[in-house]
């Protein structure tokens, strides 16, 4: 049966909505309706009425148009709280650009205005909905590695002011090095949503780091002020430890003070998973485990076949200890799930359908909210020196089951 499709406001038409966002929204999900957009630079908000025909609004007349039911709020970081705020009180339902705020205490009282207000707030990334990341959920439920250990992620980067045009425009602010936009925050919740989807909650957090490097200069001779020095007000390195709820240990090394890494992966009490980049929705992903890859033996007519048996020990004794030696193997593994391209969105989809199918959405705001709470403990142990007992708890999301559709039928999935 046909359903209907979910109308949308967009607030915030700058580089993440002119990019995948609004394609997406326009054309890769049926479901969605994109009925009007605003901006406080006008010509962005009259960017999408050319390219896509949307109605220009303010953000008050979108508020109280009685047909929009969702609010995308793709405005920068330190207007996520005041926008989403409003948008829920209003009565609307909202999804929100990561991270839903700044700090810990706005996310709370994010949390606390959907459930006053009796709203839906979901909040980015949504790429643990993507292909590799949804495959590797159900390898590891299926027990590909037995039973999980520890996992390990680290991101770095070198994020300086070196651009010519750094700051001297909206379309060159660059948010990662401001309030609210740290890599921890641009990044790092990429990597929490994912382990949150592989894992589940987190119950106690230790960590160092912060903002190692606050003053910077800026670097480029063709910048207005070459040699000015520039104050960078958030944590910039972070590294933890975690425990999870289920026993799982892990560490967490986030920063924008070195060179590029990129490392995730989890241990097994029966093989190494080898993860993807949870900043995109198809990547590699591969296992390391004893016959993985076994060679096949070929048996000719009337051959019987062998056990390949090796002797690991012989201590001198008549009898001989034979052991079988299986040796560890590394083996790509195929993607099970659709949402391989470029998909952002596809957490507002799920959103949509979870309106109409009265369902709880895969991006609830609680795993944003356990989020942004592992980066907001890790700086409260770096200042205390103690180990940080989490305070929320949130769910694994619902798995998307595996298809092999194409891409404009893999919205289906979603229809659940």
């Not at 996992?151 to 609210?180: M, R, V, W």
């Not at 940080?388 to 979603?414: D, F, G, H, N, V």
Request: aromatic share 10%.
């Amino acid at each position: 049966m046909l359903k209907r499709k979910v109308k949308v406001g967009v607030i915030g038409c700058g580089g993440i909505c002119r990019g995948t966002y609004m394609e997406n929204m326009m054309y890769r999900f049926s479901v969605i309706d994109v009925v009007a957009c605003a901006d406080l630079i006008d010509s962005r908000a009259q960017y999408m009425v050319d390219k896509y025909g949307v109605k220009k609004m303010t953000v008050d007349e979108m508020l109280a148009d009685p047909e929009i039911e969702i609010i995308v709020n793709l405005t920068y970081p330190e207007s996520h709280f005041e926008i989403s705020s409003r948008a829920m009180k209003a009565g609307k339902h909202v999804y929100c650009e990561k991270m839903m705020a700044p700090t810990f205490e706005e996310a709370l009282e994010l949390g606390r205005l959907a459930e006053e207000n009796n709203v839906l707030f979901t909040t980015a990334p949504d790429t643990f909905l993507g292909a590799w990341e949804q495959s590797a959920r159900k390898y590891l439920d299926d027990g590909i590695i037995g039973k999980p250990v520890t996992i390990h992620a680290q991101c770095t980067s070198h994020y300086n002011p070196e651009t010519p045009f750094f700051d001297l425009a909206p379309k060159y602010f660059f948010f990662p090095l401001h309030y609210g936009g740290g890599f921890p925050f641009d990044l790092g919740g990429y990597y929490l949503h994912q382990m949150i989807n592989l894992l589940g909650s987190i119950k106690r957090v230790t960590g160092f780091g912060g903002n190692l490097n606050p003053t910077r200069t800026y670097m480029n001779p063709h910048h207005p002020k070459y040699g000015e020095e520039f104050i960078v007000n958030t944590p910039t390195t972070l590294l933890a430890a975690l425990e999870f709820e289920n026993g799982v240990l892990g560490t967490f090394h986030i920063s924008s003070d070195s060179a590029n890494t990129i490392k995730f992966q989890i241990t097994g009490t029966d093989g190494v998973f080898n993860l993807g980049d949870p900043n995109a929705f198809s990547d590699e992903i591969s296992v390391e485990r004893a016959g993985a890859a076994p060679s096949p033996e070929a048996i000719f007519a009337g051959q019987m076949p062998t056990s390949k048996m090796e002797n690991i020990l012989d201590d001198g004794n008549d009898d001989q200890q034979l052991g079988e030696y299986t040796p560890i193997q590394k083996v790509k593994l195929p993607l099970l799930h659709g949402y391989y391209a470029s998909s952002r969105g596809v957490g507002l989809a799920d959103m949509c359908y979870a309106i109409l199918n009265n369902r709880r959405p895969r991006c609830h705001y609680d795993i944003g909210l356990h989020a942004i709470e592992v980066i907001h403990a890790i700086q409260e142990s770096c200042k205390t020196g103690k180990i940080y007992e989490m305070t929320t708890k949130c769910p694994r999301p619902a798995p998307i089951r595996p298809s092999s559709l194409s891409q404009t039928c893999q919205e289906t999935t979603l229809d659940d």
